[in-house]
């Protein structure tokens, strides 16, 4: 179990790490070739006009400047105004996140529980048909190319059998015609759909063979032998004894994979059209839109920090015999 | 110990029901059922009186002074609209919310402009003091793209509520085409706002960041509704001062009461949408290889129209030996635009021999100097090899051999005897444009058969232009204009000497004082066929000096549906524009 001292210990490392990545990312922005203008070519736009849009977007001041007022904002609660958008980063990232969330989020969860039991079946079942089955899918799943798979699913499910939506997170008619708020959050999970099944289908290859491999170490346990000399079931010491021990390295990757799950993902975002964070990272990061890059890159580096504490302190409650 | 243990077995345990098989095959029903729902929802919406409309990006704003992307500018150009615009099939300029062609006093400088009786959508009168009101807004906040143009306005004055005279500095040719092509804004919508704005630090910025929920227009189309992430819904404007008129000879709409923008992120999944029937157009360029696939469709029409562009070459004639015109020239000689043409555009498109666009017919020169026109691969490399010969340029083993053969050539070198240096065509990446990038490497293949050490280089679009734009550190560059305006003031922008500063226009450091001189005087020519010889003549030089070589001109090509909604207006740039919008009607 976790003492106080180590958990304030381990809260001030959190807020220095956090602090070296607020300044780094300040500086790899500006750093990074261009300015939020560079990219507008066109010839309408005078080089006045570049200066004008410059000096209005606070970029013209000495970089130290700009660094004091960035930490200054984010001190007192500001991370900005995007300069793409023109609206605050915490409105844009919230409009963002919620979608990230259920989708990403969701996926992750859905293919690490799924992806423990059926690991924990496949190591139970070592070298049967049935282990073979798993692991080769397991395999083909993990490797699978997310825009190939997800456009294969959105060609047969969406256009070919026309189950779901060709991308999108609601049909706009509904919306419009205010339907009944039920139909409404069946219209989104409609939309959830086929986003989630082809994260669901990538994700839990990992996670299956991972827990498979935790599992087979586990099993060649010696108290397991002691476990079946005693004459317990089999189900006993596969559920109790042998999986709960070998979920240990699985909760550190479910831990850091919910953490990154915010991040969202460009490829899949992009292809279902789906509204999250993670296609909001990229164009913030290749337009130079520095609010909005920083403030997704620190909502990221936050998390993280956060998960990973999480999970050192859930390490000793969930094993005995770790102690801080 | 022993509570944390058996915390941990209960905690384990959930996990193990959770994803019980029974578990699984609910997720499953799930699914089945919610495909059911969505069986029926979708049958819903293919029945409703929506015209549907896709597009490949969220907007990035519907404040006006915000949203500059093309996406925006799609939705806000069905609200705020200007005096006057051009005639899609002439591309003249013709009143629009001006009630009839300005008048022009060569005397006193001045244009005279009576406006429609026309009305912002919420039914209060478009008057002269609006239009003196954007003029002050864009001058009061510098607004980028309209600030400089509307400079050459020394003062406005409005003798009536739909009089407005314009008193020029000095005479402009671009009066009607930059200057009153502006969009209208309205002084109750704006002022209170701009009134904030200018009692801050930064009013520009204010003033962009400024969350509009309905904006004012006078449009054909106003904003019912925008739900980020997913659709807009724009309705028909009950005050649309075009409805029933005939303007240009096309009797005005619109004939759709409801317009639904929806986003798709891939041109993969709106093609799908598209024969679906999910959507009735996809505002965006098809790329030719969905060709095949859609022309199959007897459900979708396809659209090619020619495309005010410019995809060129371009040299940095600020250090040698690109300083040299017969280098430049014996370059342009050797690039293949037929093949280019063929392999890399799949013909949808046209060679471009001047930089104003043949589709722009009024302002294109087309007798300027066409460089290895109807000339085979060996005819060429032996023009460009003459023409460097007789300028000094030499090879230990050069491209032609004395029997009239193409040979392997050793590295050319200079007129001073010098080897040429290894040089670089920078271009954007493949998954920016791959026609650039490809098309950059097809030059650098050239090249090499002069035994030049070209190397095309694909790079980030950012840094591209930071090297190219901001620093002037390169050799050669692909780069491409997709829309250009279609009034040439821009041939002064893009080789004026004033312009060779860093950030500015003048790229390639081009210096031709005749140039310059032609350049300025077209700006205040307002006889327009005097400035056409202006044109022409600018025309002539830049293909003779070749700052710039243009390589082509894609068509644009769309596609719509043809059983719900007919009607679309074809134009230079492709039928996504107003004239459409105020056409388009349910196919009976």
Not at chain 1, 280 to 302: G, K, M, R, T, W
Request: charged fraction near 20%; hydrophobic fraction near 45%; charge should be neutral.
């Amino acid at each position: 179990m976790a003492k106080p001292g180590y958990i304030l210990l381990k809260l001030v490392e959190v807020g220095i790490i956090f602090f070296v990545i607020l300044t780094a990312l300040f500086f790899l922005f500006r750093l990074s070739p261009g300015d939020p203008i560079s990219k507008m070519v066109d010839p309408m736009l005078t080089p006045e006009d570049m200066a004008h849009l410059i000096q209005q977007m606070g970029l013209d001041r000495p970089m130290w400047e700009q660094y004091l007022i960035y930490v200054k904002n984010f001190f007192t609660g500001h991370l900005g105004v995007s300069f793409h958008y023109g609206e605050p980063v915490e409105t844009i990232i919230w409009d963002k996140l919620k979608w990230t969330i259920l989708l990403f989020t969701t996926s992750t969860v859905l293919a690490a529980f799924v992806g423990v039991f059926l690991g924990k079946i496949a190591a139970w079942h070592k070298g049967s048909r049935l282990d073979n089955v798993m692991s080769i899918s397991a395999l083909v799943c993990y490797t699978l190319f997310i825009p190939w798979f997800a456009l294969l699913l959105l060609w047969i499910l969406g256009f070919q059998w026309g189950l779901f939506p060709l991308g999108g997170v609601l049909t706009p008619a509904l919306w419009i015609s205010n339907a009944p708020l039920i139909t409404r959050i069946l219209d989104v999970l409609h939309h959830l759909m086929l986003p989630l099944l082809t994260l669901f289908v990538i994700n839990l290859g990992s996670y299956l063979l991972l827990m498979r491999s935790s599992m087979l170490s586990v099993l060649s346990e010696d108290y397991i032998l002691t476990a079946r000399a005693k004459g317990l079931s089999e189900k006993v010491i596969r559920n109790k004894h042998a999986a709960r021990n070998a979920a240990l390295p699985v909760i550190t990757s479910v831990g850091l994979s919910l953490a990154f799950s915010i991040n969202g993902g460009a490829l899949t975002e992009q292809i279902f059209t789906w509204p999250g964070i993670g296609k909001e990272l990229i164009f913030a990061v290749s337009n130079n839109d520095y609010p909005l890059a920083q403030a997704c890159f620190l909502l990221i580096a936050l998390v993280v920090l956060c998960a990973n504490l999480i999970v050192d302190l859930l390490y000793a409650w969930l094993d005995p015999r770790i102690t801080y | 110990m022993g509570r944390i243990q058996k915390n941990t077995s209960k905690l384990f345990r959930k996990s193990c029901d959770l994803t019980s098989p029974l578990c699984l095959v609910l997720v499953t029903l799930a699914m089945l059922g919610l495909g059911i729902v969505g069986l029926f929802s979708c049958s819903q919406s293919k029945e409703s009186p929506y015209l549907k409309i896709g597009l490949p990006e969220e907007p990035r704003s519907l404040n006006l002074w915000l949203g500059t992307d093309a996406n925006s500018r799609n939705i806000l150009s069905q609200i705020y609209q200007p005096l006057f615009r051009r005639h899609p099939e002439t591309l003249e300029m013709i009143p629009w919310l001006a009630q009839e062609d300005a008048v022009f006093n060569e005397k006193e400088l001045t244009y005279t402009v009576k406006l429609r009786k026309a009305k912002w959508s919420d039914g209060s009168d478009f008057t002269s003091q609006d239009v003196l009101f954007t003029r002050q807004l864009f001058s009061d906040f510098r607004i980028p793209r309209y600030h400089s143009h509307w400079q050459v306005i020394e003062k406005a004055e409005a003798p009536d509520d739909h009089t407005v005279v314009f008193h020029l500095k000095e005479p402009s040719a671009v009066f009607l085409p930059r200057v009153m092509t502006a969009p209208m804004v309205s002084k109750k919508e704006w002022e209170q706002v701009c009134k904030d704005a200018l009692a801050t630090e930064k009013p520009l910025r204010y003033l962009q960041d400024y969350q509009i929920e309905k904006p004012l227009g006078t449009g054909p189309f106003m904003l019912q509704e925008y739900k980020k992430g997913a659709y807009i819904h724009m309705v028909r404007n009950p005050h649309f001062f075009g409805r029933g008129q005939t303007i240009g000879n096309l009797t005005l709409g619109p004939y759709v009461d409801h317009v639904l923008f929806n986003i798709y992120g891939t041109s993969d999944v709106a093609i799908l949408a598209l024969k679906k029937g999910d959507i009735d157009y996809y505002w965006w360029d098809i790329q030719p290889g969905y060709l095949k696939d859609l022309e199959k469709d007897s459900a979708v029409d396809l659209h090619y129209n020619k495309k005010s562009a410019l995809y060129y070459l371009g040299f940095n004639l600020r250090k040698a030996p690109f300083n040299d015109k017969v280098l430049r020239q014996a370059i342009a000689t050797v690039v293949d635009k037929a093949f280019i043409l063929d392999r890399i555009l799949q013909n949808h498109g046209n060679p471009m021999h001047s930089i104003v666009p043949a589709g722009n017919h009024f302002w294109h020169n087309p007798d300027v100097r066409k460089y290895g026109e109807g000339m085979d691969k060996e005819t060429r490399i032996k023009a460009a090899f003459q023409m460097l010969s007789d300028a000094g340029y030499s090879w230990e083993i050069p491209p032609v051999a004395p029997d009239g053969s193409l040979t392997k050539p050793s590295d050319i070198l200079l007129p001073s005897g010098e080897k040429m240096d290894k040089f670089v065509i920078l271009t954007p990446p493949a998954d920016y444009d791959p026609k650039r990038a490809f098309a950059g490497t097809m030059i650098q293949e050239w090249l090499r058969q002069l035994g030049m050490n070209a190397f095309a280089r694909p790079m980030a679009f950012n840094s591209l232009l930071e090297t190219v734009k901001g620093k002037h550190d390169f050799d050669a560059f692909v780069l491409g204009y997709g829309k250009l305006d279609l009034d040439p003031g821009y041939l002064a922008s893009f080789f004026s000497s004033k312009n060779d500063n860093p950030r500015d226009w003048n790229m390639s450091g081009y210096r031709n004082p005749e140039f310059d001189k032609l350049a300025e005087m077209q700006k205040t020519t307002v006889d327009v066929q005097a400035r056409k010889q202006m044109i022409f003549e600018m025309q002539t030089m830049l293909m003779e000096d070749v700052p710039y070589y243009p390589l082509y001109n894609p068509h644009i090509i769309e596609a719509t549906v043809n059983k719900r909604f007919g009607g679309w207006v074809e134009r230079v740039d492709g039928i996504g524009n107003i004239w459409s919008l105020c056409m388009v009607q349910p196919v009976k």
